[in-house]
Nanobody, 116 residues
Framework: QVQLVGSGGGLVQAGGSLRLSCAASGIFKIYNMGWYRQAPGNQRELVAR????????NYADSVKGRFTISMDSAKNTVELQMNSLKPEDTAVYYCRVVNYDALTYWGQGTQVTVSS
């Protein structure tokens, strides 16, 4: 049974920090794990993504230098440390896992709200 269990998120003032976590189970041959976000009226967009093989990662330009993604391949977990948060970071954040069979799995989403 596939499960993506997320935690973290919430309400924070601008300049503050939050940490999101996501644990995957029942997914094999993981290729990458990452976080996407969707604000009201906007399309879902990539925030950050980490690759199991080689440990590389990439970030949206809007979060570079503020957010850090980390992945534990032994535990199949991915975390997103978000610092210097801005009101424009407000969105529902989704964990996403892709495996080598090109199957994509989404978490249930967690709300991040940054007040000005």
């Amino acid at each position: 049974q596939v499960q993506l269990v997320g935690s973290g998120g919430g309400l924070v003032q601008a300049g503050g920090s939050l940490r999101l976590s996501c644990a995957a189970s029942g997914i094999f041959k993981i290729y990458n794990m990452g976080w996407y976000r969707q604000a009201p009226g906007n399309q879902r967009e990539l925030v950050a993504r980490a690759y199991l093989d080689g440990g590389s990662s990439n970030y949206a330009d809007s979060v570079k230098g503020r957010f850090t993604i980390s992945m534990d391949s032994a535990k199949n977990t991915v975390e997103l440390q978000m610092n210097s948060l801005k009101p424009e970071d407000t969105a529902v954040y989704y964990c996403r896992v892709v495996n080598y069979d090109a199957l994509t799995y989404w978490g249930q989403g967690t709300q991040v709200t940054v007040s000005s």
